[in-house]
């Protein structure tokens, strides 16, 4: 029950940083809590294919946000189009 709250937390975070970077505040609670758990997936597929690891709450933080950032990038370049 713990990692699923902690996820959750992590998730909300990296989310909210990922749309602050990239200056897109139209997103909803949930919808951080959405973009922070998948780019806390696509983050952890590309940390593992470079070797690193992501240790700790700040880790975690960090590796989903870019994770995030890349995936809400990856979006805007396709509503471009």
């Avoid at 998730?11 to 780019?39: E, H, K, P, Q, Y």
């Avoid at 933080?61 to 995936?71: K, S």
Wanted: net charge positive.
């Amino acid at each position: 029950m713990f990692e699923i709250i902690y996820w959750i937390i992590v998730g909300c975070l990296a989310g909210w940083m990922a749309a602050w970077f990239r200056n897109r505040r139209d997103f909803s609670t949930l919808g951080s809590i959405v973009l922070g758990v998948i780019g806390a997936a696509v983050g952890g597929f590309i940390f593992r294919l470079v070797g690193l690891a992501d240790t700790g709450f700040l880790g975690s933080l960090l590796m989903a946000t870019f994770g995030a950032v890349i995936v809400l990038a990856l979006a805007d370049r396709m509503n471009r189009r």
